[in-house]
């Protein structure tokens, strides 16, 4: 197949990969737009993009055009150094037009690859795929010392610029995108046919502009991320603790009508049950309503329209403690008492 097997076919594929990637990359600064101008419509577009099926099919046809877009690469630089043998130590010398991206399009994607990798640990992990993996909350990811919900991309926000190393690997990561986007963005118009002297020059021109609004845009984000960040905005912008708020009620009503059904089925007429269920269940209703209203109070802790269940959770764990204390004091075996007879024989033989 041409594709695969001629050097025009390869570079072509690069090209189609290339521009789905820079409309991602200019989709991606659209959206980091809307965290800073809206928070809490940021907060709804995550949820609306989490773990649903089409937003998993998006994800997995993104990560396809990566990966090839990287094996792609590495192939065409494989073949054209076998292609050049010695000569392309004395490329410089041959070719002083050529531009230094193009030159070093192979290590800038290096550290944009680099780049890539800390952005998914930071966010997409603790996002899509914790909503894939587990809701329990044991497992979420921690924020302000309390298990964050992946659906609030600005607690994770919140998490990753209050490090003063994130900007830094950012701000690198986006001086390394505009000069391997921009000279990619032209050469791929080139590689499709483009390339005549009226209109290259202009892609060019188009390449730098566009290139640069958003790679200016993802700098100034980075920065205003940070200020907020130290400023603990993220957790304190009122229209976002009443979405933390809205969501720790929910658990908490799932959790006390989860706690309704189970109890509901339990046989009125053996006086064991309540006991034995206790015992067994008790536990993990205690710790989940008390992580619930702990994780409210540390990420909601000004908001005034706390829902009723969340009202209800801290009793609610209360109660259920005190009863499965007192079930297991009733399931623990007694201590057996020695008779009066038996006690006079062990002390006449001691």
Known sequence: MWLTSSSIGRKFVMAITGICLVLFVTFHVLMNSVALLWPAAYNQICMFLGANWYALVASAGLALLFIIHIIYALWLTV??????????????????????????????????????????????????????????????????????????????????????????????????????????????FQTIGWNGNIW?????????????IVVLLFVAQAVLFTVQAKKQYFLTAPALQEQYAEYWNERAQELIEEFQLETSTLDQTDPLAATTFFVDRGEYYSTAANAIS?????????????????????????????????????????????????????????
């Open 200 to 212: 290259l020059p202009r892609l060019k021109a188009i390449a730098c502009w566009w290139t640069s």
């Open 79 to 188: 073949q054209n150094r076998k292609a050049r043998g010695n000569d392309r130590y004395a490329v410089n010398a041959h070719y002083p037009g050529v531009e230094w991206s193009s030159k070093n399009m192979l290590v800038l994607g290096i550290v944009v690859l680099a780049f890539l990798v800390v952005h998914l640990i930071q966010f997409w992990a603790k996002m899509q795929l914790q909503e894939l993996m587990s809701h329990e909350l044991s497992v979420l990811p921690q924020v302000n010392g309390a298990p964050t919900a992946p659906e609030f991309g600005t607690l994770f926000l919140q998490a990753a610029f209050e490090n003063w190393w994130t900007p830094v690997i950012y701000i690198i990561g986006f001086v390394a995108l505009w000069f391997h986007m921009n000279h990619g963005f032209w050469s791929m």
């Open 294 to 350: 702990d994780a409210a109070a540390k990420q909601a802790p000004d908001c005034k329209n706390a829902g009723q269940y969340l009202q209800q959770i801290g009793q609610f764990g209360q109660f259920v403690q005190q009863r499965t204390d007192y079930a297991k004091a009733q399931a623990a075996p007694k201590a057996v008492e020695t008779p009066a007879a038996e006690e006079a024989q062990t002390d006449s033989i001691n």
